[in-house]
């Protein structure tokens, strides 16, 4: 007989480091980015320690809608979701942040291996302490990676009833092209599982360009933040007080996108590079791409999926999808 203390010291997390990146990707890949016209950078970067504390607190603001609508869909429709997911070994939770939006499906999914991903590995780690002591039955494999370029996963996490889960319209952060490789990586993970994933819908612009800009300033903060992390990564030397949070809906391809500006003309310098900005010129940070249920289910079934539901809260504001692989 395998005694208690045993099970709980099988069940105790491990923390995963992914594969190392080829010395001086990320800052090739800023400096590019920087370089382009118009410039770029890569969502990613958004999410380092502090960045990932303040979406956290965004998910909390009035304007932020999605946060809501989704936990209302799972409250009202978490019975049927279960039902059509089935059994789940694993459960693999894509950008999980804090661990919260998986942890309310504990008790419905009954995962027997939890498996958080995150770029922010530090953060992640905060999280899974947490959970460590909240749930001591469960195996938690957390994952530091950036599964935007590699989803390769352990070779202990069982193959059989795997479940993505993938919420908070994450998915929108990809341009079309991109969502759809994406979802096929996911597709080849999970054979005979699912995937649910959570999809923010087209609505008004005075519904939308609010939650990319409150009141409070934290979306600004966030995006801000970005430029503190690109100067450690990158050694460039970017003043913050030189830049202001530009978000927008752009009708024209049903996205909002958020761009930081030039108070003024600005030079950046970094090792190997510089850019000159002139006054009103933008970087792109990030978009969020919004979606009708019927144009995510025509993406969903190019990625291979099938056996596809979705269901809404009361305003039609945003949707959660379960699909089998």
Same mark, same amino acid.
């Given at each position: 007989m395998v005694?208690?203390?045993?099970?709980?010291?099988?069940?105790?997390?491990?923390?995963?480091?992914?594969?190392? #990146?080829? $010395?001086?990707?990320?800052? /090739?890949?800023?400096?590019?980015? &920087? !370089?382009?016209? =118009?410039?770029h950078i890569d969502p990613k970067f958004l999410y380092d320690a502090l960045g990932s504390s303040l979406f956290t607190a965004i998910t909390q603001l009035p304007e932020y809608y999605p946060t809501r609508c989704e936990a209302e869909i799972f409250e009202r429709h978490g019975a049927d979701i279960a039902r059509h997911i089935g059994p789940v070994?694993?459960?693999?939770?894509?950008?999980?942040?804090?661990?919260?939006?998986?942890?309310?499906?504990?008790?419905?999914?009954?995962p027997r291996h939890y498996v958080p991903i995150d770029i922010s590995a530090d953060y992640? #780690?905060? $999280?899974?302490?947490?959970? /460590?002591?909240?749930?001591?039955? &469960? !195996?938690?494999? =957390?994952?530091?990676?950036?599964?935007?370029?590699?989803?390769?996963?352990?070779?202990?996490?069982?193959?059989?009833?795997?479940?993505?889960?993938?919420?908070?319209?994450?998915?929108?952060?990809?341009?079309?092209?991109?969502?759809?490789?994406?979802?096929?990586?996911i597709h080849g993970q999970c054979a005979g599982g699912g995937l649910l994933v959570g999809v923010d819908r087209v609505k008004p612009r005075q519904v939308l360009e609010p939650a990319y800009d409150d009141a409070l300033h934290l979306t600004a903060a966030f995006n801000l933040n970005l430029l503190r992390h690109v100067n450690s990564v990158l050694g460039a030397d970017f003043n913050v007080d030189d830049w202001r949070h530009v978000a927008l809906f752009n009708s024209d391809r049903s996205r909002i996108e958020m761009h930081l500006e030039a108070r003024r003309a600005t030079t950046v310098s970094w090792p190997g590079g510089e850019r000159h900005f002139v006054a009103g010129e933008r970087?792109?940070?990030?978009?969020?791409?919004?979606?009708?249920?019927?144009?995510?289910?025509?993406l969903l079934q190019d990625a291979g999926y099938h056996s596809i539901e979705h269901w809404s809260d009361a305003r039609g504001w945003f949707s959660v999808f379960s699909a089998r692989a």
């Open positions: 005694s208690p203390s045993a099970l709980l010291a099988d069940a105790a997390p491990r923390f995963l480091a992914p594969q190392p #990146q080829p $010395a001086g990707a990320e800052q /090739r890949e800023l400096h590019a980015g &920087l !370089r382009d016209r =118009p410039a070994q694993a459960m693999i939770d894509l950008g999980a942040g804090d661990c919260a939006k998986a942890e309310r499906l504990f008790a419905s999914l009954r992640l #780690q905060s $999280a899974v302490r947490r959970l /460590r002591l909240s749930y001591p039955e &469960l !195996r938690i494999t =957390p994952i530091g990676l950036d599964f935007s370029q590699a989803l390769a996963l352990p070779a202990d996490i069982a193959i059989e009833q795997r479940l993505f889960f993938y919420p908070g319209s994450s998915i929108g952060n990809l341009d079309p092209e991109a969502a759809l490789a994406m979802l096929r990586r970087i792109h940070t990030e978009n969020s791409y919004k979606f009708s249920p019927p144009a995510f289910t025509r």
